[in-house]
């Protein structure tokens, strides 16, 4: 109603008849009041009519039977508890380096004349090449003058010789003087008796076996003398002889050769710079001969060591990952390291690797993969981690319905578990991970029939219903 005596004020105003301050206040009050009091009734007849239409829809309304309360089902998977034989493998890194590797220092001093052109970082070499040669003047030189000095040897040990033989001839001569002076003097003797010689002829014959003594005793002595100076003058020679290998073998070694095939690590070589016994002019490492170092945790270690098969020889996979692509290795563990890695928390090892197992060569310094069986658990479960709850629990579906087992997880291998005891063989256990897991919870199997507790249809949820 007040909208309408608006539009009627608003009429008026548009015909140009608007009331002027005076005709407004001449309307009467009692028509102002019962406009009110229509507007009001009004209302509250719209009110009235609404709440009684609202009672009526009320109690006019079917009536519906609630419907009875169902356990939900869930859908799980299940796996049967197998023993067998379970060996998981132990996920460690290491770094790569080489086996065999050589620092190269020349073995003479000298000027670098000839240095090869594959001798820089990263360059392969086969074992006899030349890589640098030095200066070899000074030791052709010294070469020369070894064997002069042991030619000369030589001929003084012939000349000693040659004096040993006259020494030996004039000897004999001697002695056989002597034994003529000798048996001259015996018959001498015989006559002096007879008086066909006097005594002063016998003395001259004494004289002259004394004579032939001398004789003989200087031949010997000079005989030994000879010998002595023949040893003395051997010696020498096998000095002299020694000091021409000498010689000979530093003139090789001014030529430096690769020990084996592998690849340059570093080179510190060029033409013109002189070099000596302490300079180091390359690293050449052997690609052929690579292992790497891993760290296994005194756990790990410790339940290897225990294990029936040895640690030492235990074959061992290296991966490799280089951008998008992995290559896989072979390889075995080889040795243990001297000492323990306390800074690492664990037991060092040293695996080699076989090369020949990829077709991308290792390069040292690689971070790599390592997959190291670990101990054999016998008569044990494999089961998948989203079996386990709170680290001991899994469960296993008894008629329909979820029961509770504690287990002892021996140990992890990737996503699955080990467990040693705690089960029986064909147990039914859940490995969908549900979060309302517990002691009663009704599940199914993927194609069972969905019933209740009560015999009769129960609600029926999906695995994925409340899991992780």
Known sequence: ???????????????????SAQNATKKSPFLRSGRVVVQTLLMLAVLVGSYAAMNRLIDTRAVREPRPVRPTIYTVETLPAQ??????????????????????????????????????????VTKGDVLLE?????????LSEAKANLAKAQASLTEIEARIVAEKEQLLGAQTQLKLAQSDLQRAQSLVSSGNLTEKQVEDRRLIVSQREQSVSQSRNNQLIAQAQREQQVANID??????????????????????????????????????????????????????????????YGRISTDADPLIGRAIKVIWVVGLSSYEYAGHI?????????????????????PTSAAVQLRPGAFVEVVVPDRLYSESYRLPETALYNGADVFVVQDGKLARRTVRVAAFDG?????????????????????QADEGVVVRQPGDAVAGTDGKPGKMAPASAGGS
């Not at 690492?344 to 695996?351: D, I």
Request: net charge negative; no cysteine; glycine share 6%.
């Open 415 to 435: 996503e699955d578990i080990i467990v040693a005891d705690g089960l029986q063989p064909g147990d039914q256990v859940m490995t969908t991970h549900l979060t």
């Open 1 to 19: 109603m007040l909208n309408s005596i608006k539009d009627e004020q608003n009429a008026d105003v548009s015909n140009g008849e608007a009331p």
């Open 239 to 300: 000095s002299l002889r020694w000091k021409v290998e000498q010689a000979e073998r530093n003139l090789e070694n001014t030529v430096l050769l690769a020990p084996f095939s592998g690849v340059v690590n570093s080179a510190n070589a060029e033409p013109g710079r002189y070099v000596s016994s302490a300079d180091v002019v390359a690293t050449i490492y052997d690609d052929k001969a690579m292992e790497v170092r891993l760290t296994l945790t005194d756990a790990q």
């Open 134 to 142: 030095i200066d070899p003047f000074n030791y052709r030189g010294a």
């Open 334 to 354: 080889d040795r243990i390291a001297a000492e323990i890695a306390s800074s690492r928390g664990g037991v060092e090892l040293v695996a080699l690797i076989d």
């Open 83 to 124: 023993p067998q034989d379970n060996r998981p493998a132990l996920q460690v890194y290491g770094e790569v380096q080489a086996a065999r590797s050589v620092e190269l220092r020349p073995l003479v001093n000298g000027e670098i004349i000839t240095v090869n052109a594959d001798l820089k970082a990263g360059s392969p």
